[in-house]
């Protein structure tokens, strides 16, 4: 599968649309791993002595970047769920 870079520099597993809520699941466990390896990243950078004010501002960007483009999957994966339930809840109420 190819992957395509995000703007916040997180690489995702899948390039095309149309993805099932399974499909989804295992790309967006990659991204919270790269989230949780910049968080400790950022958080290093945070007790180191050297770095600058304007590092420090350029890593939090990354960071918030991060974290918004999980909000954005998790929230694309919860509306796929409540769709394939609701789907599934219509298909059982018409067959009563």
Known sequence: M???STPAG???AQAGGGA???DVIGPMKEVIGQVQNQTAEFSGM???QTTTGQS???EMLKLQRAVALE???YTAV???EKARTDASKGAIQNMK
């Open 46 to 48: 945070l007790t180191n």
């Open 10 to 12: 997180l690489q995702s």
């Open 56 to 58: 420090e501002m350029a």
């Open 71 to 73: 909000t954005m999957m």
């Open 2 to 4: 190819p992957s395509i």
């Open 78 to 80: 919860s509306n796929l």
């Open 20 to 22: 099932t809520g399974s």
